[in-house]
């Protein structure tokens, strides 16, 4: 239930907050000692920008407009003169960015609905309620869609039917240039006549922060028709030819970030859009800037009655980076859904995108094999395991739902909730329990106040946790029992499981995908794969409840080393019948998919740099996603 704002007549304004301290803290330091007094001026310098940040965050997440003059007042030219000199016009200036960064966000929340055309309904990174969308037939009931038949929802078929339509030609070229004609019935124009003929092909882009968003999006331009080098070498046009790209922790980054920008390529985004070389979580310029305007939107959140967590700050961090602010003149309030609004999803000119977390259960601290992956794709929100096999229409995430329908008197639904930044975030919680660590090492006090604001507002037990209201709440569905009393889903990182490439989504039986190209960038050895997250998903596939995914069986790691098979392409499960878990027992006889292995591998320079590397230089950006590119191309020369 959302909650009430406070009167912003009852709330006291900066400067009277301000004026009682400086009173109290100026009787306080005439009775100390010289050593004394200046050991307390230190910190009432921390005590009073804390201050000045929590009233200005307070302040916007209320949408309230206390009186914050531009320039020093007397009194605070006179504190500031007591300060040592070496401090002084730091302490002068930190306090005006603050009030700079306050009047630009209040200028940004007053304009936000004239700069973007896409957003939550709220026009902020807060949801909001709005009215329920139509039910369709296939929901019941409420807006669950019960998926234990393995169907499609009705949007993504009719996607994935537009899709083959308009890929039938460059199958046939595709084909020719590989010089397939021959081995094909009739030639490569007559088999691709047919679009049930057509090849079934996804991506899955593993996690692994900033380098594994370079290493995914690297690999994707050298399968892309766009690229000129990729062409020549024969590789070329198959991007345009995927049917699916799923990405988790890392990997959703460079998933999210094409898609939203009207699938772009790997090269413009890097040029003109995710400006690597300001870090991810303390960028050189604009620091407090950044930090209030991420502050205030997560206290807007939290305002309006909804849980938040370190992932919420994490996230609107990545948004920063990956969305292109022309489009989108207010990045925290784009919605994940709102991909459906550019024109490559509307003419079905780029992959269907998927992004995934796993569930961690209450009072779990590892994440077992087997656990629950959900999946946020441009539809629908929810999960194929069996234990849940439903979803809803990913617009009303959020909701209060009961056995699928409002729970609320209005009858509303929630909207808003989805955002890409909480969607990021969410599939990469792995970084928000190490959010603090990683920006402690600032030496501005700005920002360490900053950051206890963050801790104070979270609790310790969830700063690696999404969570969201359960919209499975009181749904009995087949074989959801264990979800449908939980009032919440605890999500976390979609590789914590230990299968850090989203291979379990593609290899459903609904999507009946025939080749699914693995693009590993995880740092299982010194921050190189070693095919780790293969062999736990061959593991997932043994389990009885999965016994309808024909799955390859994989090598262990000391196997893949050993032999190589994490420095070049490798092919597995080409035979359907033999080394394939659950080859009798597929549903509907859905054979395996066939997994090409691209590890990532120093084929031109290093790649392998830390998971929490949060800046990159553009010569190693570029070092990255070239050496990614040779890693795609070398497909069409080294097969194992």
Known sequence: ????????????????????????????????????????????????????????LTAASIHASPSIPSALTPDEITRISRLPRSEKLAFAEAILEIRTAYEYSKQQQQQHALLHKRASPSGSFAPANMPCPNRTSQQSPGFIRPAYTKQLSTGEADFISKRRSS??????????RAKLDSVLPGGAQNYTSQTDRLPRLGFALSGGGLRAMLVGSGTLQGFDGRNDTANNRGTGGLLQLAEYVAGLSGGSWATASLSMNNWATTQSLKDSIWDLESNLLVPEDGKVSFYASILAAVAGKRTEGYQTSLTDYFGLSIATKILN???????????????????SFTDASMPFPIIIADEREPGELIIPRNTTIWEFNPYEFGSWNPNVSAFVPIEILGSSLSNGSSSLPSGECVGGYQTVAWVTGTSATLFSGLYLDLVSSSSDSVIVSALKEIAQAVSKEQNDVSLVPNPFYGYRGDGTVEISDLRNITLVDGGLDNENVPLWPLVEP???????????????????????????TSLRAQYPDYRSYAFPQMPDTNTV?????????????????????????????????????LPSYPYTSLANTSTFKMDYSNAEAQGVIDNSVEKGEDESRSVD
């Open 1 to 56: 239930m959302r909650c009430c704002r406070s009167d912003r007549n009852d709330r006291p304004s900066l400067d009277d907050v301000m004026n009682v301290m400086r009173a109290e803290d100026g009787d306080r330091i005439r009775s100390q000692s010289g050593e004394e007094r200046e050991e307390e001026t230190a910190m009432m310098k921390l005590l009073h920008l804390t201050a000045v940040l929590s009233l200005v």
């Open 167 to 176: 890929t039938s030609a460059a199958w046939q070229s595709w084909l020719s």
């Open 325 to 343: 602010g022309s489009t989108y003149g207010n990045k925290y309030s784009v919605e994940w859904s709102d991909v459906k609004n550019t024109s």
């Open 510 to 536: 609904a999507r009946d995908l025939d080749v699914v190209i693995a693009i590993d960038s995880s740092a299982d050895v010194t921050n190189w794969p070693n095919s780790s997250a293969l062999y736990q």
């Open 561 to 597: 080393v050993n032999r190589g098979l994490n420095t070049r392409p490798v092919f597995y499960g080409c035979n359907p019948t033999q080394n394939v878990t659950n080859s009798n027992t597929a549903f509907n006889n859905t054979p395996t998919p066939i997994v090409i292995y």
